[in-house]
């Protein structure tokens, strides 16, 4: 199976807002994780893995940091061409390109209609759309597959939690044969276990048409986004939206919270990600790393006479001897010194960062639930 004919679209232009200080001098999609990468990574390496032709990057907060590693770490992959956009030649002129703020917008519909020239260029059919904050290993080959040969005007990744999570997330409502007939975003009393992984494949002319349709309601007349209003559309107006359900490990990172918890959660056993699976971008990360180390997942060694467990430990940080750690993240440029303890933390180089704790652990699919 091939992407031919696929385009994709990387939408990165969030601010990360509810990632408080994590966020603070760095673009949400730059954030360090698993002690190896940073959260784009994760879809950059799926579409390469996937041998997807060209990925468009969709971006506004923090832009020239973002192209810059980019360009570093994914741009030499000679079967998926990176595409900046209308920054693409700008892109390229030196490591010091500093590139122009792009037009605001108000969602990620906005982002695709901004970028039209470029996803919905000659010789792509189809569009497949990614997000920059999401944690999973994922092959788009197969629901690329399962779209044609659905005749679909979208199809979209899902997957079943427990049901006290749904609120969390995009609901969906499906057939017996998976055809969509409801998705609703973030639902007070959700009345499905489905939920959308907001990864998904588009038909380029059935898209085209649906934001035309929209963006012809004004712009106070719809809210510029593709949960709340493109795939909405589509499914009221009787197109063809299909479901594909993904059974492994997918996380959303949106909150302080989850990215604690999610990061801890990898080196649980059995690994919903294998080490050998994920990026390795993170400047000053040894070789051999990362690993996972009697339930911990490190970036780096661990120096005698200090105590790390069930943490997250990225390169570049700092444990004295007689420090303890106890499921906390610490990232590069964090240190933890001699006598300190961390616990339930996030350590990063301007300090701790303390999430609030949750009453009840992290939204799992249904087949890993206890």
């Known amino acids: ?76 992959h000679p079967g998926t061409r990176l595409h900046f956009g209308p920054h693409d030649a ?28 470029y996803l919905f260029a000659p010789g792509a059919s189809d569009l497949l759309v990614q997000h920059a904050d999401h944690v999973y290993v994922f092959d788009y080959a197969p629901l690329v597959a399962a779209h044609r040969a659905a005749g679909a005007d979208c199809t979209i990744g899902v997957q079943r939690i427990e049901r006290r999570y749904v609120h969390l997330f995009g609901m969906v409502e499906t ?7 409801a998705l609703v975003e973030k639902p007070a009393r959700p009345t499905s276990d489905l939920v959308f992984t907001a990864f998904c494949v588009f038909r380029i002319d059935a898209l085209r048409e649906v934001l035309a349709e929209l963006a012809a309601l004004g712009e106070d007349g719809w809210q510029h986004d593709i949960s709340r209003d493109v795939l909405p559309a589509m499914i009221a107006g009787g197109r063809r939206v299909t479901a594909y359900p993904v059974p492994d490990y997918w996380a959303d990172i949106g909150t302080v919270e989850r990215y604690r918890t999610e990061q801890l959660r990898l080196a649980e056993q059995p690994h919903p990600i294998g080490s050998e699976a994920l990026p390795r971008t993170l400047a000053g990360l040894p070789d051999g790393y990362p ?80």
């Open 90 to 117: 700008l892109a390229r002129s030196g490591p010091g390109a500093i590139l122009p703020a792009r037009p605001a917008e108000r969602g990620t519909a906005d982002a695709l209609l901004a970028n039209a020239e």
């Open 291 to 370: 690993r996972y180390v009697e339930g911990s997942l490190l970036g780096a060694e661990i120096p005698p006479g200090a105590h790390v467990e069930h943490s997250v430990v990225h390169p570049g940080c700092r444990i004295e001897p007689g420090a303890s750690v106890l499921r906390s993240v610490l990232l590069p440029g964090a240190t933890v010194r001699a006598g300190c303890t961390v616990r339930d933390a996030i350590v990063t180089p301007a300090g701790i960062v303390q999430p609030a704790t949750p009453t009840d652990p992290p939204p799992r699919p249904v087949s890993e639930a206890p």
């Open 175 to 181: 057939d017996s044969e998976l055809r969509v007939r």
């Open 1 to 76: 199976m091939t992407l031919d004919g696929v385009r994709g679209a990387l939408l990165a232009g969030g601010l990360g807002e509810r990632m408080g200080p994590l966020t603070a001098d760095v673009c949400k999609p730059l954030v360090p994780y698993a002690a190896s990468c940073r959260l784009v990574d994760f879809s950059v390496a799926n579409a390469i893995r996937s041998g997807l032709p060209e990925l468009v990057l969709l971006s506004q907060h923090r832009e020239s940091d973002l192209v810059r590693h980019l360009v570093t770490h994914w741009d030499e």
